[in-house]
């Protein structure tokens, strides 16, 4: 929970600090800024939802993309070694959140009648079917949805600090504890250390990118009339 807050207020005091400190012809801190938000307006809200809907969207894909990153990038931040999203509860409200917004976003589009039955009545399927497809249809958008975006960015999360304890546990072992040639085996533990934690940055940025992209998806799908 320390490494959650910790994130969360690192997060909102880069943002804001980047806010108050906005300048028409921007420097190169607000233009990293304005380039990283404009990946999650451009290249998923706008890409995914159109010029419209993705305005609308672009809000609580942006907390969603920010969060999930900030999250998972303190795995491999010294001192707090953990990613805030590898224990369940962070991964289920970020789902949570995309559940409501994919919901909402259908409801205010088709009405609270119309979403429900295009969601689980489609359209030009013979009557009789329903008794088959509309479980299905509940169960796949409802319930599948947001348990495998919880279980994807958790699964994601906890692998990658496995390996990273397995890597720097084993250097630490081979360095103070082994003997003879065994100690040698060290640098190559610690080389293989690195390179994880090279990678679990990209998987950071990658798991928020495709937790936000998914959310866009599905907003989308919901938005869809017949």
Avoid: C, W
Avoid at 49 to 77: D, Q
Avoid at 134 to 148: V, Y
Avoid at 159 to 167: I, K, M, R
């Amino acid at each position: 929970m320390l490494v959650r807050v910790i994130a969360t207020v690192v997060l909102v005091v880069l943002f804001g600090l980047a806010a108050r400190r906005a300048k028409l012809v921007p420097g190169r801190a607000q233009g990293m800024v304005e380039m990283a938000l404009d990946l999650v307006r451009v290249n998923i809200a706008e890409e995914v939802l159109g010029k419209e809907s993705g305005r609308r969207a672009t809000p609580v894909l942006t907390v969603i993309f920010f969060g999930v990153l900030a999250m998972n990038i303190t795995g491999v931040i010294p001192g707090l070694n953990i990613a805030g999203s590898s224990v369940v509860g962070m991964p289920l409200l970020f789902a949570a959140i995309a559940f409501v917004a994919f919901i909402v976003a259908g409801i205010r589009s088709q009405g609270t009648g119309g979403y429900f039955k295009s969601a689980l009545f489609p359209a030009g399927v013979p009557p009789v079917l329903y008794i088959i497809l509309t479980p299905i249809e509940f169960l796949s958008t409802f319930i599948l949805r947001p348990a495998t975006l919880t279980i994807r960015l958790l699964a994601n999360m906890v692998a990658g600090h496995l390996l990273l304890v397995l890597a720097f546990g084993a250097t630490h072992f081979l360095f103070f504890q082994a003997t003879g040639a065994l100690k040698a085996a060290g640098a190559l533990t610690f080389a293989v250390g690195l390179a994880f934690t090279v990678f679990e940055i990209f998987i950071a940025a990658l798991q928020a990118y495709i937790f936000a992209l998914l959310t866009a998806v599905y907003i989308q799908l919901s938005e869809a009339t017949d």
